[in-house]
């Protein structure tokens, strides 16, 4: 039994992951962040990396550390009703409701806009997103060598062409770093932390940590510990890059309100200052680059939710489910980006309570001997705080109030710490963890799921 790998091994993993997550989001909302924290930057940018780094990590620790072989499984130990509705939720959130369309909005912001304009109306995008998905859908039904070569040497390109970019910033910066802007006003560590929220990166590493743990299995390593190691050490390497590349983009988004404004999203960001630097041919190469980028990871997506759905639901099949999803996935990129990221939120909002308290209930399992008492109970709590939170979110979005909803608000706010902050639902839960555990231990309470290696 092999317990270690080599150097090189891991390297190749974590690079396979960051290619993964590596997508529309990480694009585009480090670049935003950087235009409207202004002088605020760096708190904002620590909140940021905290749920954009440091939580995927976690998700694909969990993972490992739990010896589960999928999401389903793990989320099984709170009900496997709940389990596979909490998967299918998670697939479709990083599927086609809102990041396979994000692939197709983003590659059209920042390759196609740079050269029909931000008042070419719904045409062109209309055009480039039937020929994206269009070409999606062609290669995730018929899956080819292609897609695999073009990710593999994709990915390092990203990296190359994103650090020469991030290097003229640097030493040449495209301006000063302007003032705060509203949302940031305010607690921008919070708010930061927040918005690392939309990568949805945290949630999608606990379907990506599969495909690491069946690389590391691959190379030989069976045992839980070399599993956790080789899961470690990779991760590792993935998180590295992906901040370095945050903290890059962010510092272009910080500098370029001076000289280009203040954008509606972060996607035209990288084009401009491509252009500025570069000129036409660094608008070119940014738009061949980031197109393919966002093309691969559309087909990764609709890929990984065709296979889970046909597992479920078996007689509709693979090639219907893809069908259905990039079509569906088509309509709704064509509401553009600024829509896409805005009714994202109040989902995000609901989902990432449930997803982060897995997470502490994953690795303090043994401590309560797996009892789904304290699983219940602390997915309960962030189920009624996430709910409520993302229903304000979507008041907010859609510029109205629910009115039954305002005194349940009011009552979060007076005794939940944190709560507008956005973050209301930690203590409670933690606090329900505790509670619960104490009691689960004193009655002699345990579970022992199938996956757990006592």
């Not at 370029?256 to 035209?268: H, N």
Request: glycine letters at 10%; charged letters at 10%.
């Amino acid at each position: 039994m092999q317990e270690k790998l080599p150097f090189s091994s891991y390297l190749v993993i974590g690079v396979m992951l960051f290619a993964l997550f590596f997508g529309a989001g990480n694009l585009i909302f480090p670049a935003q962040l950087g235009q409207l924290a202004g002088d605020q930057l760096w708190p904002a940018l620590i909140g940021f990396l905290i749920t954009g780094v440091g939580l995927p990590f976690l998700s694909v620790l969990a993972i490992g550390y739990s010896g589960s072989r999928n999401l389903q499984e793990l989320a099984s130990r709170i009900h496997p009703l709940y389990g596979l509705l909490f998967s299918a939720v998670l697939y479709l959130t990083i599927g086609p409701f809102f990041a396979a369309p994000r692939t197709g909005a983003v590659a059209y912001e920042i390759g196609i806009i740079p050269f029909v304009g931000q008042d070419a109306g719904a045409l062109p995008l209309l055009l480039f997103t039937f020929v994206f998905f269009g070409v999606t859908l062609w290669l995730s039904l018929n899956p080819a060598k292609i897609v695999d070569r073009v990710g593999k040497f994709l990915a390092p390109g990203i990296v190359v062409l994103l650090l020469i970019l991030i290097g003229f910033s640097v030493f040449n910066p495209l301006g000063g770093i302007g003032e705060v802007q509203a949302p940031y006003a305010n607690g921008s560590f919070v708010k930061g932390f927040t918005e690392g929220y939309n990568t949805m990166d945290a949630i999608a590493a606990l379907v990506f940590a599969i495909i690491v743990i069946s690389a590391v299995k691959g190379m030989g390593v069976t045992s839980r510990k070399g599993i956790l190691n080789a899961t470690f050490k990779s991760g590792l390497t993935a998180i590295v890059l992906l901040g370095v590349l945050y903290i890059g983009i962010a510092w272009i988004g910080a500098t370029s309100v001076e000289k280009f404004g203040l954008f509606k999203t972060g996607g035209p960001v990288l084009s401009s200052a491509a252009e500025h630097y570069f000129g036409p041919f660094g608008t070119i190469l940014m738009a061949v680059v980031i197109t393919l980028a966002c093309l691969t990871t559309a087909i990764g997506l609709m890929t990984a939710c065709g296979e889970y759905f046909s597992l479920i639901v078996p007689k509709i099949g693979y090639k219907a489910w893809v069908t259905i999803f990039t079509v569906f996935s088509f309509v709704v990129a064509n509401f553009g980006l600024s829509k896409i990221i805005t009714y994202s939120i109040p989902v995000l909002m609901f989902l990432y309570p449930l997803a982060i308290s897995l997470l502490l209930l994953t690795f303090s399992s043994r401590l309560f001997h797996h009892s789904r008492l304290v699983y219940v109970a602390a997915t309960a709590v962030a189920f009624v705080i996430g709910l409520i939170d993302g229903l304000k979110s979507l008041a907010a979005s859609l510029e109205t109030e629910f009115g039954w909803l305002n005194p349940v608000i009011h009552l979060f706010e007076e005794y939940l710490p944190l709560y507008s902050d956005g973050l209301g639902w930690v203590v409670p839960v933690v606090a329900v963890m505790l509670i619960t555990g104490i009691i689960s231990r004193l009655l002699g309470l345990s579970s022992e799921p199938a996956s757990v290696e006592a």
